[in-house]
């Protein structure tokens, strides 16, 4: 069991909102084991002329940030675990969530992000479109940073039944952007809840 003083945050990007209910699954399950957590949204990096191209990519950008606040470097800073999601950009992370991850280097210098943990979860158009893929890939720049990676495993009765991954949280929007299943739902609750757990045992090592 975690306790308010393990604190989690949530970052993600998300442009259509499958990502986003997967986030707030994973916000629920962490919250449940006891944690601290903060929900933030990445901010977008393509200038209003390109995002004008998508029909409501703008005004569901602003609605995100002004729901959860723009991800800063204070919150990873204040995090002893960050659960990172991205919907999957041809078989990898958004650039998006990159450009923040990106940032961070300041903090890596001062080995201010030394053991605090990690996981990742992911949204995909198509069931072979990248779950896999993308989660593993964001696995290299978390380890350069100093991160340790919690995975799921086959720790929770859904994930054997084919629902998530045993490397983090997953869901399939298909081409209608379908929200996550119930089931995708238990697995990012389930997530967040383990990560907290972890990371409520961990952060005493890392002080
Ligand atoms: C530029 C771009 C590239 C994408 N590449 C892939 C891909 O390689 N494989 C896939 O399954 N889906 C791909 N998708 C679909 C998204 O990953 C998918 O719709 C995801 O659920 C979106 O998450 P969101 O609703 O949180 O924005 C792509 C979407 C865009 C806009």
């Not at 979860?121 to 158009?125: K, R």
């Given at each position: 069991m975690a306790d308010k003083s393990t604190n989690v945050l949530v970052l993600f990007?998300?442009?259509d909102g499958a990502v986003e209910a997967l986030a707030q699954g994973i916000a629920e399950g962490a919250r449940?084991?006891?944690a601290e957590v903060r929900l933030r949204r990445v901010p977008d990096i393509v200038p209003p002329a390109v995002m004008a191209h998508v029909p409501g990519w703008e005004e569901r950008s602003k609605k995100m940030i002004a729901a959860y606040g723009a991800a800063t470097l204070d919150?990873?800073?204040w995090a002893d675990a960050v659960l990172f999601g991205t919907p999957t950009r041809f078989g990898n992370v958004s650039a998006e969530l990159k450009a923040f991850v990106d940032s961070l280097g300041g903090l890596w210098f001062q080995g201010k992000l030394n053991g605090k943990i990690a996981g990742v979860?992911?949204?995909?158009?198509g069931p072979h479109g990248g779950n896999e893929s993308t989660i593993t890939s964001f696995y290299i720049p978390l380890a350069h940073l100093g991160f340790i990676i919690v995975p799921n495993g086959y720790t929770?009765?859904?994930i054997m039944e084919g629902h998530g991954t045993p490397y983090g949280s997953s869901m399939v929007a298909g081409p209608s952007n379908q929200p996550p299943t119930p089931a995708d739902l238990e697995v990012a609750r389930h997530q967040g809840?383990?990560?907290a757990e972890v990371a409520a045992v961990t952060k005493s090592l890392r002080a």
């Open positions: 990007y998300s442009r449940e084991a006891g919150d990873v800073a979860f992911v949204s995909t158009g929770h009765p859904r809840k383990r990560t």
